[in-house]
């Protein structure tokens, strides 16, 4: 089983030039709960370091990685291979809007979507960083409208977003039966104000909404806190 040979240490590579993962995967795999056997998808996976950092956590995790753009498709299918994922890991290189995904069958789905509107900001001229980054083939709003049905009852879609889009975010699952439980903001340094938000929602299931402690990524020397050395070493 290729589980059973994965490295310890995960080797991710990813292009020089184009788009390049930052920080926020490794916020979100720690920030989301998996638990054993579970079917998760990852939407707009990049070069797949989302479903790397999760199945290096949690073995028996059944996750598909969906990725629209097709030069980070064929980076994220070596660094499955090359961790030795392909049994826990599958690979869709489409567009998720038009992929025929089953019904009510996910316990979790995850994304790092792109944070601006197509009308805000200055769209990037690399075509990679531009998708990335902009409203271009996906937005909130048809992000939630396919993922709520895919969801089972009780099943949780955790994401990323500037703080700008906190309101709309949180109304936005709340109109597809998708609500919030849990948030956490975070920081570059002490004294900035929070550059990200994570977001978790549960499918038909109301419960107390709360927030995390907040997430600080850089002491006033410049070097990491050691929160986020932690788990940028998960």
Not at 1 to 25: N, V
């Given at each position: ?26 916020l979100l795999v720690d920030f989301i709960r998996l638990f054993p056997g579970q079917s998760v998808l990852d939407i707009g996976t990049g070069c797949g370091i989302i479903p790397l950092l ?181």
């Open positions: 089983m290729d589980s059973a040979e994965s490295p310890k240490e995960l080797a991710i590579d990813q292009k020089k030039k184009g788009y390049r993962y930052s920080i926020e995967p490794f999760m199945v290096h956590r949690e073995p028996t995790l059944k996750v598909t990685a969906i990725e629209i753009q097709e030069s980070i498709s064929q980076q994220a299918q070596k660094n499955i291979q090359q961790n030795k994922m392909g049994s826990q890991i599958s690979f869709i290189h489409g567009d998720f809007l038009k992929e025929a995904l089953e019904p009510e069958s996910l316990d979790h789905i995850v994304s790092n979507p792109p944070y601006q509107k197509v009308q805000t900001g200055r769209i990037n001229p690399d075509p990679e960083k531009a998708i990335a980054r902009h409203e271009l083939s996906i937005n909130m709003n048809s992000l939630l409208d396919k993922s709520a049905p895919l969801l089972k009852q009780g099943g949780q879609i955790t994401l990323a977003y500037p703080p700008e889009r906190l309101g709309e975010t949180l109304r936005e699952l709340e109109n597809r039966g998708l609500y919030p439980s849990v948030a956490r903001f975070v920081y570059g340094n002490f004294q900035a104000p929070a550059k990200i938000f994570l977001v978790s929602a549960l499918k038909g299931k109301k419960s107390d909404f709360s927030v995390a402690p907040p997430l600080t990524i850089y002491n006033k020397t410049g070097t990491y806190t050691k929160e986020a050395e932690s788990l940028l070493q998960q």
